[in-house]
């Protein structure tokens, strides 16, 4: 069964960074793209950032464009999101989700991991 | 940017039907993908494309596209299926996926 496990969530002030990490197993991590998705505390799901299989292409929402950066390592089977200039909207547990496929253009997120909390607040 | 919308809830009795709708200008042209959430849990793939179950999903679970509403249809409901259901297209324009709000499915 696919793994998604993440992890770096946390307490942060405003105008603070984080870097969440999301390890992968039982997959071939190379060959999917994969996205960050978030859920505000009582909100539904916002999608936050994707990037393709081979890392050459990236996206993101325009709420964290200039502020995230979503990155892999291919060499640990893990994603990242390198998050800087917090808001006090980013607050969200923070789910990594893998595409179906290689870029992700209308295709499903099959699995995703359990979620790691960012709370922003002074 | 595209906009999908979902009524907050719906309610219904152990063993009839639910149906979940998701609204979107000419949603009918696109591919649509239905994720269950239970509570304090992870998203769940439960149809995609429209109409795909994913292995694992029971039978009754099924979806369907066209003009501009896409529904999600639970037969004979059962109490473990009470959970958020949120629907999921592509937006073409901004190239990348939109959600809609979700929408609470009670089990009375």
């Known amino acids: 069964e696919v793994q998604l496990l993440e992890s770096g969530g946390g307490l942060v002030q405003p105008g603070g960074s984080l870097r969440l990490a999301c390890a992968t197993a039982?997959?071939?991590?190379?060959?999917?793209?994969m996205n960050w998705v978030r859920q505000a505390p009582g909100k539904g799901l916002e999608w936050v950032s994707a990037?393709?299989?081979?890392?050459?292409?990236?996206n993101y929402a325009d709420s964290v464009r200039g502020r995230f950066t979503i990155s892999r390592d291919v060499s640990q089977n893990t994603l990242y999101l390198q998050m800087n200039s917090l808001r006090a909207e980013d607050t969200a547990v923070y789910y990594c989700?893998?595409?179906?496929?290689?870029?992700?253009?209308?295709?499903?997120?099959?699995?995703w991991g359990q979620g790691t909390l960012v709370t922003v607040s002074a | 940017s595209y906009v999908l919308t979902q009524p907050p809830s719906v309610s219904v009795a152990p063993g009839k039907p639910a149906r979940i709708t998701c609204g979107g200008n000419?949603?009918?042209?696109?591919?649509v993908q239905w994720y269950q959430q239970r509570s304090g849990q992870a998203p769940v793939l439960v149809i995609y494309h429209d109409s795909h179950r994913p292995s694992g999903i029971p039978e009754r679970f099924s979806g369907s596209n066209s003009g501009n509403t896409a529904t999600l249809t639970i037969s004979g409901v059962e109490a473990g299926d009470e959970a958020d259901y949120s629907c999921?297209?592509?937006?073409?324009?901004?190239?990348?996926?939109?959600f809609g709000g979700g929408t609470k499915l009670i089990v009375l």
């Open positions: 990037i393709n299989s081979d890392g050459s292409d990236t």
């Open positions: 989700a893998k595409c179906s496929s290689a870029s992700c253009y209308a295709d499903p997120f099959d699995y």
């Open positions: 039982r997959f071939t991590f190379s060959n999917y793209a």
């Open positions: 000419n949603i009918g042209s696109k591919s």
């Open positions: 999921q297209v592509w937006d073409g324009t901004r190239d990348h996926p939109v």
